[in-house]
Nanobody, 121 residues
Framework: QVPLVETGGGLVQAGASLRLSCTAS??????MAWFRQAPGKEREFVAA????????RYADSVKGRFTISRDNAKNVMYLQMDRLKPEDTAVYYC????????????????WGQGTQVTVSA
């Protein structure tokens, strides 16, 4: 069973909004995060949230436009993406790990298979 499944990607115009969801197969008291990888580029960190939701982290490139949240009762994490830009085009992956520092170092114990987000100019 795939531990993490992302949904919600799609094709939108610049300035539009999308909400990504990441559903976990079980309830983990893990840090959860979003990463993305654009064609020809390295995977990069986007946002992370602790289990309690009390701590969040964002990449500078998305700060003020993206919001990460989670609903532990439903085992779901979200990424609300507003004012999308063409440079946000990428495959978005969710990840989970017991430690925030591991996530911020670009790693994670569990990964989803990704969902494509394409933003046209």
């Amino acid at each position: 069973q795939v531990p993490l499944v992302e949904t919600g990607g799609g094709l939108v115009q610049a300035g539009a909004s999308l909400r990504l969801s990441c559903t976990a197969s079980t309830r983990w008291a893990y840090v959860m995060a979003w990463f993305r990888q654009a064609p020809g580029k390295e995977r990069e960190f986007v946002a992370a949230i602790t289990y309690s939701g009390g701590t969040t982290r964002y990449a500078d490139s998305v700060k003020g436009r993206f919001t990460i949240s989670r609903d532990n009762a439903k085992n779901v994490m979200y990424l609300q993406m507003d004012r999308l830009k063409p440079e946000d085009t990428a495959v978005y992956y969710c990840a989970a790990d017991p430690r925030l520092v591991t996530i911020l170092n670009g790693a994670g114990h569990y990964w989803g298979q990704g969902t494509q987000v394409t933003v046209s100019a």
